[in-house]
């Protein structure tokens, strides 16, 4: 989960809190498993992640639910892109007229996105002999009058640039001061090349930074990319200094970031050769799908989802926050084995009140959230046990196990869920609410809203070890995250029986 935070207080119950229904112990046991070193981080297409998933269906099936997944299992698989494979013959060879300079992949290069491919026997791309250009910083930012690409044609050429952006470090450049603009992604200025036709982008690191910054370490431990729509290379600088000398590119890029008038050219019998044997791994993912029928025979026809992610991003490379630790278990013990287990306990905690629950609760533990939402998205648009036009809300917990007192709820103006929210919370008691404010940003819960299902979030804060090795369970803070998962209970036995909340389907109802 990424977001901006807003926080807006609303609430500090003063009332003394009630025991939550919820067992710490229970809760930690399954944080304990599920953040293991055995686990390796739960990243989506590894064998670890689907033990995950064997465990979580164990448990549904233990504590009675249903199962809710195709032909009467509890999974709901699904195919997801996660890493590459790499084939042999990759090559790149960056020329001028005298002098080649011949790269070798994972050590002296690394691709930031490919061309999609299926197998590494096939090449993705072959090109050769074609012209280099240069291109600055590569960016393009009409909004504050700096253009790379103004005044030079790099269509269906390969272009170079410098990583980061000039006067990086001025806090009066007008490129947004000291912090890097918006366009000065990688991702970004690969946009920018496509959009201006570019064949092949080059990155190497810019001169102001004496120590290259590519995680070429990184790539041969977990190949992994993005699809930028061109192939993207990160260069290690010291192997084309050489050609970087010739050209006179440090000198441009200094007298760029003197005067912030690009210095784009075509380098004069500059061409690059190019193979790329790159095959993207997909891999069959499971949604874990538990269901509580309504003890309502009409109003079960309608149903609540409680879910969570159990992916995590197994040992680290481009989904961690440290690249460079790629190889260490990533154990996501709050991101997000503890939102899971809360989604079990929840359910054991209903199951045993189940005449509260009017309408059917569904729980899912969703998988693919770290590669962009692929479980919700997935579950919002296949057969469920309750279809989701005749879905009511969603209850989404991804990082609940940092409370020391407080949750952030995001999602509340997305419906009439405030009310009962906070009155779930007044019960409950010894949680401050803390509301995000509209721009928040994304989880599972997300998918729900996109089809048109109020959805909640309910989330801790992030931290220092967000998305990093020391996500570990012995910093759960675990009375903190039965209280939430408490609070997810009772917000959830008020919205099985809250009629003011109507299904697509109702007769009344007004889809957004
Ligand atoms: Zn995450
Ligand atoms: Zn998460």
Known sequence: MRRVLLLLL?????????????????????????????????????????????YIAKQFNDIGLTPGGVGGS????????????VGSGNSLVVSDKTQSVRLTLGSS???????????????????????????????????????????????????????????????????NGNRPMPQTTVYKKAEAALNHGARLLLVVGDPTHARDQGLYHSFDISPDVDEAGLPVLRVRR??????????????????????????????????????????????TVRNVVGVLRGSDPVRAREAIVIGAHYDHVGLGGRLSMTPERAGEIHNGADDNAS???????????????????????????????????????????????????????????DMVGRSRGAVDVSGLDKGSLKDDL????????????????????????????????????????????YHRPTDDWEKIDKAGTARIAALALEFAARLASDSSLRALTSSNSTPP
């Open 74 to 85: 509890w999974f709901e698989p699904f195919e997801l892109v996660a890493g590459l494979t």
């Open 238 to 283: 010291e192997e084309i200094q050489p050609l970087l000398d010739k050209w006179s590119l440090d000198g441009l890029a200094r007298q760029i970031d003197r005067d912030l008038r690009p210095r784009s050219r075509p380098l004069k019998d500059a061409t690059v050769d190019y193979s790329e044997f790159l095959a993207r791994n997909r891999r």
């Open 10 to 54: 609303l609430l500090a119950p003063a009332l003394t809190a009630a025991t939550p229904p919820i067992d710490a112990e229970r809760l930690i046991g399954h944080i304990q498993f599920l953040a293991s070193d055995d686990l390796k981080g739960r990243g989506d297409g590894s064998p670890e992640l689907e033990r995950a998933a064997d």
């Open 109 to 175: 290069y690394y691709p930031l996105s490919t061309v999609p491919n299926e197998s590494p026997t096939t090449p993705s791309e072959q090109i050769e002999k074609l012209p280099l250009v240069f291109a600055g910083y590569g960016l393009s930012a009409p909004d504050v009058r700096y253009d790379d690409y103004e005044g030079v044609d790099v269509s269906g050429k390969a272009v170079l640039i410098f990583s980061h952006e000039p006067q990086e470090n001025d806090p009066n450049s007008p490129l």
């Open 422 to 465: 906070m009155t779930a919370a007044r019960d409950v008691g010894g949680l401050e609410i803390k509301q995000e404010g509209p721009g928040a940003g994304r989880s599972d819960d997300s998918s729900f809203i996109d089809a048109h299902v109020p959805a909640i979030n309910f989330f801790t804060g992030f931290h220092a070890d």
């Open 339 to 397: 939102g899971t287990a809360s989604v079990i306990e929840i359910a054991r905690a209903a199951i045993a009140d189940r005449t509260r629950f009017p309408r059917t609760l569904i729980f899912v533990a969703f998988a693919g959230e770290e590669r962009g939402l692929l479980g919700s998205a997935y579950y919002v648009r296949s057969p469920a046990p309750v279809p989701i036009t005749s879905t009511v809300a969603m209850v989404n917990l």
